[in-house]
């Protein structure tokens, strides 16, 4: 593992609070929520960016989006919807440079208008 911080979370060296954990993924919420339930689900292996993802990834991976569902589940928000995101690279928004999804709900999310491409 990297010593990025989410591998540190993972390795329990910084605390978070844990939502959920398997032996592939591991579910936090946000130190800074953008909703009313804002989780950040993450792969335990370091992946810098989906770009670095490869086919050995694909069970992970799947895991990730099965664990999403898990915690939207056991967080009441199955049944009225909520958003997940992946943030890919500097201009995707990608602050932390280990993959992971943004889970997000408890609220009516509102339209992204992202307006033309520059």
Do not use: S, W
Not at 18 to 25: G, L, N, P, S, T
Not at 71 to 99: K, P, S, T, W
Not at 112 to 118: D, E, L, R, T, W
């Amino acid at each position: 593992m990297e010593d990025c911080v989410f591998c540190r979370i993972i390795r329990r060296e910084l605390p978070a609070e844990i939502v959920y954990e398997d032996e592939r993924v591991l579910a936090f919420h946000d130190i800074r929520p953008a909703a009313p339930v804002h989780v950040l689900v993450v792969p335990k292996k370091h992946i810098a960016t989906v770009n670095e993802v490869t086919a050995d990834d694909i069970p992970g991976m799947g895991q990730l989006f099965f664990a999403a569902g898990e915690v939207a589940a056991r967080l009441g928000l199955a049944e009225r919807g909520y958003r997940l995101i992946v943030n890919v690279g500097r201009d995707g928004r990608q602050e932390i440079m280990h993959v992971h999804m943004h889970l997000m709900g408890g609220m009516k999310l509102p339209v992204h208008n992202y307006g033309k491409a520059k």
